[in-house]
């Protein structure tokens, strides 16, 4: 019975090490002593996903002043499908910033690693309730006014779609990635993923809930492997 | 064997990371179309309970807001920045389509917060008749000001006293014999389920004051599309916001209530712009935290005609009472309640005085579980007591669920 649940044991810990060792080893194998490399392209879309409008609500008594804005759902969020070897080494917890403002939350697509602080201020003169039901990362955090600022802390990996509780088309993104290497595209598209080891990579393209299938490139020795993504 | 589990579940986790899960299901938006110029969205209900023996929550004859399909869209057409045109349809228990509202709202100065509303509009008067929605709405149940039915009519008038209080607790279908001799529904003090048709005038001096004006054919308790009367109702609302969290409103509305042909049957021609609503409404809000508190206060007074002895020789008033709160729980998970009145003055018939109505009280606490953002599930329980009518007391247990987009 003993020796039993020592072979368990064994197996279990043989299991463990063998899944770790593939979550965090590339496709190929990375060269030692090799320079990381870096890999960029461009994020096109065909078509910019609308803003989300106002719900109609015929029961208002007037006009809301605030103004909806397509520049931010340009962004488009690159990342390795797989992490390389030492992506987990992270030791100090970082702290991003998604704020409420003009009934908008700035910025309106985050992406964090995880063990993130995201703090949440109120610059908008009205109440906000800021909250998420997804499972990534379920919280509510209330109302608060304007000087007000909560945080929330950020452990798995996933994407996490925020709301207003009070203002229904307030909405955002944070995608958290249990690794660092991701980037978030300019304006025009552009992005590039530094610090990344040479070896073959899977990489998808996202933008606002849209993901392209996984491509693969190659990042030489201290090179730039390229490589660009249609999206829509 | 725990170990080999925990190991497991390790690797799946471990061989799953990197790749962000997928958002939820169900849409939850609403459409737009042409450049964002025309923006649909909707609220589909669903509401079960067991029969409701007292018409305590009864909205007509017909249909009780315990025991209800709703369906609506809402459309907005945007025209520029000076005008846009609202609209919804609604349908109850798959009944015709109607047009719950539907009205061209027109803003002179685009940076100006001004706004001219004209045609079937939202309520001016009070806070809650604007919000009755599902997804507005903390429970399942509507405050009594806003949903129960008084015996008085608008087309038909109680000959004497004794005929007024005959009808005591039978609002759900009151019969007098002055005008329509047909049993009907009677009125609520504001009705939620109807809009009112005229011309509204909005108003915002800075992010503290709010004010809204109107002229409409109908009264609080009988809106109307087309008018039945010579008389308009004039009605008014000012707010305050003094902090983040806190809304302060005071309301007043006043026009002809009775039908032409209910007057004329009563004292004749030309009187028919004599018999008024006249009413006065207070609300406050606050919210802060995971708290939410609100309260409001409606007070009517119908003038009716004095035909026959004993007769009706004082306005008929009602007050209407209630206090709601919400607390949430936790992400997704709220808890609520209300307490409301509605009360009476006494008229004096052959028996001596008593209360017009039989004043009703309710009781309401439940809460909401959010399956998905836009799909709400609620349950309630409830207790009324009325003063009066063939069932004095009801218990009911319901539950609701609600999509939004």
């Not at chain 2, 026009?255 to 207070?282: C, I, L, M, W």
């Amino acid at each position: 019975m003993r020796a039993e649940r020592q072979r368990t044991r064994r197996a279990a810990v043989l299991i463990a090490c063998v899944a770790a060792l593939v979550s965090v080893l590339p496709p190929r194998a990375i060269v030692r002593g090799a320079r990381n490399g870096a890999i960029a392209g461009r994020v096109e879309l065909r078509r910019v996903a609308p803003p989300v409008e106002r719900r109609p609500t015929v029961g208002d008594l007037g006009t809301s002043a605030a103004a909806l804005d397509i520049s931010d759902r340009l962004k488009s969020v690159v990342y390795l499908d797989s992490a390389p070897r030492g992506a987990f080494e992270q030791v100090e917890t970082p702290r991003a910033v998604m704020d409420q403002r003009g009934e908008r939350f700035v910025p309106h697509v985050l992406a964090i690693t995880t063990g993130t602080i995201v703090d949440f201020p109120n610059s908008d003169r009205i109440y906000h309730n800021v909250f998420s039901l997804s499972k990534t990362r379920q919280f509510d955090l209330g109302r608060y006014a304007v000087g007000h600022s909560k945080p929330v802390r950020f452990d798995r990996a996933g994407v996490v779609r925020v709301f207003c509780d009070i203002h229904s088309h307030m909405n955002a993104f944070i995608l958290v990635f249990s690794h660092p290497f991701y980037s978030l595209t300019d304006n025009d598209g552009r992005y590039r993923i530094d610090n990344v080891p040479p070896g073959t990579y899977n990489v998808i393209a996202w933008n606002e809930g849209v993901s392209s299938e996984a491509r693969a490139v190659i990042v030489p020795d201290g090179g730039v492997g390229e490589l660009d993504f249609t999206l829509r | 064997m725990k170990l080999a589990l925990r190991a497991a579940l390790f690797a799946v986790l471990a061989l799953g990371h990197g790749r962000p899960a997928h958002p939820q299901a169900l849409p939850s938006e609403p459409i737009s179309f042409a450049d964002g110029r025309v923006t649909v969205g909707g609220d589909v209900s669903i509401s079960v309970a067991p029969e409701d023996t007292g018409f305590f929550n009864y909205t007509d004859y017909e249909h009780s807001a315990l025991r209800l399909f709703h369906a609506d869209v809402t459309t907005s057409i945007g025209m520029g920045g000076h005008f846009a045109v609202l609209g919804e349809m609604s349908t109850e228990n798959g009944d015709r389509l109607e047009a719950y509202a539907l009205y061209l709202r027109i803003r002179p100065w685009i940076d100006r917060p001004f706004d001219i509303q004209a045609g079937r509009v939202p309520p001016t008067f009070g806070a809650f008749g604007r919000h009755a929605y599902s997804t507005d709405n903390l429970l399942i149940g509507y405050p009594l000001a806003y949903q129960y039915l008084t015996s008085l009519r608008a087309d038909a008038l109680p000959v004497n006293a004794d005929e007024l209080l005959s009808m005591r607790g039978r609002g759900w279908l009151s019969q007098f014999s002055l005008g329509s001799r047909e049993p009907a529904a009677g009125l609520p003090l504001a009705t939620a389920f109807r809009w009112d048709t005229g011309v509204q005038v909005h108003a915002a001096a800075g992010p503290m004051v709010d004010a809204t004006a109107a002229v409409t054919t109908g009264t609080l308790s009988n809106p109307l599309f087309a008018d039945d009367n010579s008389g308009r109702q004039i009605a008014g609302r000012l707010s305050v916001h003094p902090l983040a969290g806190l809304l302060i409103g005071a309301s007043a509305a006043r026009g002809p209530f009775v039908s032409n042909t209910a007057a004329r049957g009563a004292v004749g021609d030309g009187h028919d712009g004599e018999f008024t609503q006249t009413a006065f409404g207070g609300d406050i809000e606050y919210s802060h935290a995971y708290y939410l508190v609100r309260a409001e206060t409606v007070f009517s007074e119908w003038k009716v005609p004095a035909v026959g002895t004993p007769v009706i020789d004082t306005p008929l008033r009602a007050l209407a009472t209630y206090v709601e709160g919400r607390y949430k729980v936790r992400p997704g998970l709220y808890v609520a309640a209300r307490l409301d009145h509605l009360g009476f003055n006494e008229v004096t018939g052959s028996l001596g005085p008593q209360t017009w109505e039989a004043p009703v009280s309710r009781f309401e606490v439940g809460g909401g579980y959010s399956i998905q953002r836009n799909l709400l599930l609620k349950v309630s329980w409830q207790h009324n007591t009325r003063d009066g009518g063939r069932v004095t007391r009801a218990t009911l247990g319901a539950a609701q669920l609600v999509f939004w987009f």
